[in-house]
């Protein structure tokens, strides 16, 4: 009894130190291999610009490339799908915003926007602009609305988003006006019709507009934040252009599958929070008129709280305003 007894003892033992040992050899493992980061738009939209820029900056943090991944259509809705699929062992993480992880609830999606992604970390705030293209008659906000109102259902919006449709849909109902909506699968094939003066209006992250805004071969309209931005103070808001209350969230944060383990999240959140406190990054995404998010906004639960509040103002809005994603 007592042999058998030291033989359960000793393999019990035995059980615990390679369960010790397998939990601190997976830990000190990864990554061991390069990560696939997926960014739910098309390629040249401010999304994929600023996957890269981090994607970069993480590789010698984290001692493997962070592989892109661009998963365009339905709103990001499909590339969610497949991070939410995806095996929770960290090796598949996505850039996710406003228009994905909070909008993406007008897409017919299966999976579930609040309990199948893992945060990560929140990296910026995105002030949203609305820009015109370079020949539109009117040079701001209250030019627009005039125009729109002497060319009813004329104007082009072009809307890859749902944070494009809610704007516009709010600029409708607080001005009177109506817009013809033109579907595009993300921002960078609905910038480069914007470019070519196919469409005529545009709302989007300033890190994929402010570049032509400051070239001269778009115009900014307004910035569609309650206050200016600190590294675009130039661009007015709509509060000051005379259309008070049209407001449009924007952000930026990495998510994972549910379940990733807690470790395998704190090195990819050490990875982001080193990332952002860089001035070169720092320097490249002000330039992008994109405002780092505070340092408690940067860590897992930080983000978990921002998510939260985000989708407990903006879901009552698109339900009430029954926005369907196309």
């Keep these: 009894?007592?042999?058998?007894?030291?033989?359960?003892?000793?393999?019990?033992a035995n059980a615990m130190a390679a369960t010790a040992y397998?939990?601190?050899?997976?830990?000190?493992?990864?990554?061991?291999?390069?990560?696939?980061?997926?960014?739910?738009?098309?390629?040249?939209?401010?999304t994929d610009v600023v996957g890269r820029i981090v994607a970069?900056?993480?590789?010698?943090?984290?001692?493997?490339?962070?592989?892109?991944?661009?998963?365009?259509?339905?709103?990001?809705?499909?590339?969610?799908?497949?991070?939410?699929?995806?095996?929770?062992?960290?090796?598949?993480?996505?850039?996710?915003?406003?228009?994905?992880?909070?909008?993406?609830?007008?897409?017919?999606?299966?999976?579930?926007?609040?309990?199948?992604?893992?945060?990560?970390?929140?990296?910026?705030?995105?002030?949203q602009l609305m820009v015109a293209r370079k020949n539109m008659p009117a040079d701001d906000l209250k030019g627009l609305v005039a125009y729109m109102k002497a060319n009813p259902g004329k104007t082009l919006l072009a809307n890859q988003t749902a944070a494009?449709?809610?704007?516009?849909?709010?600029?409708?109902?607080?001005?009177?006006?109506?817009?013809?909506?033109?579907p595009y699968r993300g921002a960078g094939p609905a910038l480069t019709d914007l470019l070519a003066g196919n469409v005529d209006l545009m709302v989007s992250q300033a890190a994929a507009?402010?570049?032509?805004?400051r070239g001269g071969s778009l115009k900014a309209i307004a910035n569609l934040s309650p206050q200016r931005s600190r590294v675009m103070p130039e661009i007015p808001t709509a509060d000051e252009s005379g259309v008070r209350g049209?407001?449009?969230?924007?952000?930026?944060?990495?998510?994972?599958?549910?379940?990733?383990?807690?470790?395998?999240i704190g090195k990819l959140n050490s990875a982001i929070v080193e990332t952002l406190a860089d001035p070169a990054i720092r320097t490249r995404l002000a330039e992008l008129g994109l405002d780092v998010a505070?340092?408690?906004?940067?860590?897992?639960?930080?983000?978990?709280?921002?998510?939260?509040?985000?989708?407990?103002?903006?879901?009552?809005?698109?339900?009430?305003?029954?926005?369907?994603?196309?």
């Design 56 to 127: 970069e900056r993480m590789r010698p943090l984290l001692g493997q490339p962070l592989v892109i991944e661009n998963v365009g259509g339905a709103g990001g809705s499909i590339a969610l799908g497949r991070v939410a699929r995806a095996s929770p062992d960290g090796y598949t993480i996505d850039i996710g915003q406003w228009d994905t992880h909070v909008g993406g609830i007008i897409y017919n999606i299966n999976y579930n926007l609040q309990t199948d992604f893992t945060p990560i970390g929140l990296m910026t705030i995105n002030p």
């Design 294 to 326: 505070s340092r408690e906004q940067q860590t897992p639960q930080g983000l978990a709280d921002f998510y939260k509040a985000e989708v407990d103002k903006w879901w009552p809005i698109l339900k009430a305003a029954n926005i369907k994603g196309e």
């Design 164 to 182: 494009a449709q809610t704007s516009g849909i709010q600029l409708q109902e607080l001005t009177g006006t109506t817009l013809q909506f033109i």
């Design 209 to 213: 507009v402010l570049p032509h805004v």
């Design 246 to 264: 049209l407001y449009t969230s924007g952000w930026f944060g990495l998510f994972a599958p549910k379940g990733t383990p807690n470790d395998v």
């Design 1 to 12: 009894m007592f042999a058998a007894r030291r033989q359960f003892l000793l393999f019990s």
């Design 22 to 46: 397998a939990s601190i050899a997976h830990a000190q493992a990864y990554p061991s291999k390069p990560i696939t980061l997926i960014v739910p738009f098309p390629p040249g939209g401010s």
